[in-house]
């Protein structure tokens, strides 16, 4: 079973600009959440869609916003970036069975955003 | 706010001798506590995982506590070798697929 993909691994941007991030969750898996992972802040939750619905949504400002197609892809944007949205973007999925929210998430490789 | 504080930062160790890592939680509500293990350049790797109905969980080398009362659970590696070098990441399901993570400790193992 192929596991979760992102695309494109890396990205060079500059300030003000906008970007799209892609993420294929693995096979049969229904949801997909985002993490934002940099040396000074860890790994921090971003959002959760299922059902192309958001779920979950963390403490990010609106200029960081997602969303899942039926075929349980989920994309997210960045828009005005800034030097602080240098970061590497993780994407993970995990099935949706009743207790959907004591399931393993497995993580993708990520995009490696740098802003200039 | 939703929090999990993890120690140590940084843990360096000789092969064959024990590793643990500390982590707390502050929502009482978490009900779900995985360790990823997270080599540099790689993603994220889940290695074992812990529910609130469980107090303690082990696969070979490796095993989770978990104490609800005082919202502490740990990570125990035995044996360790110098694959086991990497960054460990407690954290904790507050709903849904929303994780909480822990800062990561650096674990360094010596030959």
């Known amino acids: 079973k192929a596991g979760v993909t992102q695309t494109p691994r890396y990205l060079i941007k500059t300030r003000g600009q906008q970007v799209t991030l892609s993420c294929s969750p693995i096979s049969g898996h229904r949801s997909v959440s985002w993490y934002q992972q940099t040396p000074g802040q860890g790994l921090q939750f971003l959002f959760e869609y299922f059902s192309e619905t958001q779920r979950n949504k963390g403490n990010f400002p609106g200029r960081f916003s997602g969303r899942q197609f039926s075929n349980s892809r989920s994309e997210m944007n960045v828009s005005t970036l800034e030097l602080g949205d240098s970061a590497l973007y993780l994407c993970?999925?995990?099935?949706?069975?009743?207790?959907?929210?004591?399931?393993?998430?497995?993580f993708g490789d990520g995009t490696r955003l740098s802003i200039l | 706010g939703e929090n999990v504080e993890q120690h140590p930062s940084t843990l360096s160790v000789q092969e064959g001798d024990s590793a643990v890592i500390k982590c707390t939680y502050s929502d009482s509500a978490s009900n779900y506590f995985p360790w990823y293990k997270q080599e540099l350049g790689k993603r994220p790797q889940l290695i074992i995982d812990?529910?609130?109905?469980?107090g303690e969980k082990k696969d070979q080398r490796i095993a989770v506590t978990l104490n609800k009362t005082a919202k502490h659970f740990s990570l125990h590696i035995t044996e360790t070798q110098p694959e086991d070098s990497a960054v460990y990441f407690c954290a904790a399901s507050v709903g849904g697929g929303k994780l909480i993570f822990g800062q990561g400790t650096e674990l360094s193992v010596k030959p």
């Open positions: 993970a999925s995990s099935p949706l069975p009743r207790e959907a929210h004591r399931q393993p998430q497995h």
């Open positions: 812990i529910r609130s109905n469980v």
